[in-house]
């Protein structure tokens, strides 16, 4: 009965381990539990690759200039030298001077006042300048009362004056003037007069479109004063007034706006003789203008909007890369200088960064450079919005003038050092892999399902190899769940391993992982189960037989055997104790060996069991264990196996006798006739038959076959060898 108690247990502790793993991992099918998985298919690999070529212009070469559609393109240039990317703003500063000391004859034409139409009696121009002489005589005959004379020449400059900006300018006119004292002027006893008699010298400056400026004059209103007919008065070498600097910058801008490159100067003379009571005359003995001088500087100026890139067409980054791509950053650096102090009369020109034309939010001020190279920016500019990873990505390193200039020099802005680095992540297909598990040197890789006892050595070893059977080298192999190790790589069996003890999960169902991978590489991983069971044992006398036969009244030594059937070893230290009908008591080791032992003196007659029960650490599965002894009294011999050969040949005969009787004493058509009918008695089906012969014929037949037979005897007898 206890026997069978213990195969229960047994059967209910292999129950439960199944559970366990049905509940855990349900099988749908054998293979199921083999769970082999490739983690990902592709691995992110992160580059960051310099975008620009010849960042550092030791050439032309991968660089183009453009010059913007605002502004003025002529305002502004480009060139690279000495390992730096050059803009040039084109400032400049020029003078203009007209110089006639005095006029000559070939560089002026005389013309008509059209607001004094009469010529003087006399002009012209001889070796000391424009001359005039005029005399007005009061009396129906006479001249004309006004008289004036213009001389004009024509200046051609030598830029286009639309480009520029006249800073400064200057004149000078001197004239000469000799009269009679005829001339009444304020003081003289004249009989009449309101305005008395004046002279005037002036120089205009003009343009075709009639737009005309006086910009210096001298009006005589004291020349010839007395009242002596025939006395002369001079006026020596004197000086025009002129009209301030600013109006005249004013007026020579205002006549070159026509055409920008001509304009007239007109020097002129007139004469005004008013008309006094009786007759009288007034003599303009010699008027002249001897020199003539005008001076303007002008300034190049800078158009507001003009701009000048040096541009570099870079590659797609789709394009590197047969490979997906993700934009993850991309920094512009780049140097800058300036060799003047920019003008602060344009505090918004500035260095612009375009990618693809779209401008980026952060500019360099040109105020702020200084004449040696330094950072646009510290750390660059995050240009990464900018790049569309279909796109080339073209950039433009632009100058921008925003504010209109006069610049008298050129300015020079310089960049060096250019560099945009683009960071991106290339979804790199893995390779293809395979993985095997074997566990203790068995393929589990269909089955990855092993049960062992607690404290087993596990060999865990791993083949992950390319789709061809080779072998992945310097792979990260990994051992994770209930511990966490990492899979030596041996390379002369082309696998990855290693060793663990069950002790370390404990009982149970335990689930670990196996992951490879390598970058480029497809990771795989493997599920596999490790049902750790406690250590069978085993009980038994070191005799090995259960049942021990003795005499009334005679001792027992009792020595148990206990044995680790798992690693076939003995088990010391356990607790091991007997119980019978007499009582119980503990068995002892006191070997250390594994051999429990107990002395039972003086044991009466009859059979007595005596049950073994093992107490140790839980890592061990203890059965009790029952050992039978049995007391014979010593004369009495033991008839048990004789009884049992009877009784079992007894029944042999009875059953033998049996079938004769009721079957083997027929003669077969006997026999086979009883089984007809028996079957009609039933109704059931019979098989047909041939006829049977009749009773005589039956009973004839088998005399005749005796007296046959008796005959053979008989002759036999008498030494007959025939019939």
Known sequence: MKNKVGYLTILCFVLSFTIQVIN???????????????????????????????????????????????GDPTDVDASISNGEANYQVLGEIDTFSFVTDPPQSSDWRDIYNPDYPAYPDSHGINAEGCWFQHQFTESPLSSDQMASVHWEHKITTSVNMSDYVITSASLNAVFNATVDENIECPGDQADYSTTYDWARFYVLISNENNVSYEVAYYQMNDLGVGDTPGNKHDKINTNMLTIPEESLILFLTSVLSYDYRNFNITLGIKVWCEDNRGIET????????????????????????????????????????????????????????????????????????????????????????????????????????LINKDKNVNLSLQVYLADQIELDRII????????????????????????????????KTDNPVISLPLGEILNVTIKYTYQTGDHVLGADVQLEGEVNVPLSEDLTLQQYSTIINTSLLGVGVKILTITAQKIYFQSKSIDFSIVVRKIETDIKLITGNDIININPGENVNLQVYLNDTDFNLPITGALVLYNWDFGQGILSDDNNDGI?????????????????????????????????????????????????????????????????????????????????????????????????????????????????????????EKGLKEK
């Open 596 to 716: 429990y032992e107990v002395n039972l003196n003086n044991i009466p007659s009859g059979s007595h069991i005596v049950t073994i029960s093992v107490f140790g650490s839980e890592d061990y599965v203890f059965q009790d264990y029952q050992i039978t002894i049995n007391v014979i009294s010593g004369g009495s011999p033991d008839w048990t196996l004789l009884i049992i050969i009877l009784s079992v040949g007894m029944v042999g005969l009875i059953g033998f006798f049996t079938l004769y009787q009721t079957h083997y004493k027929y003669p077969p058509t006997v026999r086979k006739s009883r089984k007809i009918r028996k079957k009609i008695r039933k109704s059931k089906k019979t098989k047909p038959v041939k006829d049977i012969a009749s009773r005589e014929d039956l009973i004839k037949t088998h005399l005749e076959k005796n007296v046959e037979t008796i005959q053979l005897e008989k002759k036999t």
């Open 412 to 443: 020079n802005i310089s960049i060096d050092d250019v560099s945009l680095n683009i960071t991106y992540t290339e979804d790199v297909p893995d390779i293809l892999t395979n993985i095997q598990l074997f566990l203790n040197s068995e393929n």
């Open 282 to 385: 007034d003599d303009w003995d010699y008027l002249l203008i001897n020199k003539f001088n005008l001076t303007f500087t002008y300034e190049k100026k800078i158009d507001q909007l003009t701009s000048i890139s040096w541009n570099q067409v870079g590659d797609k980054p789709s394009d590197i890369s047969i490979n997906p791509i993700v934009i993850n950053a991309a920094i512009l650096n780049f140097q800058y200088k300036i060799n003047d102090t920019w003008p602060s009369v344009s505090p918004n020109s500035e260095l612009r960064i375009l990618i693809n034309d779209i401008p980026h939010s952060e500019t360099v001020k040109l105020s702020e450079g200084i004449i040696t190279f330094k950072d646009a920016k510290t750390g660059g500019f995050d240009v990464t919005s």
């Open 24 to 70: 855990i991992n349900p099988i749908k099918n054998p293979n199921e539990l083999s769970n082999v998985k490739g983690l990902n298919s592709s691995t992110d690999v992160t580059h960051i690759k310099e975008w620009i070529q010849n960042g550092d212009f030791n050439s032309q070469e991968n660089w183009t200039v453009a010059k913007g559609e605002l």
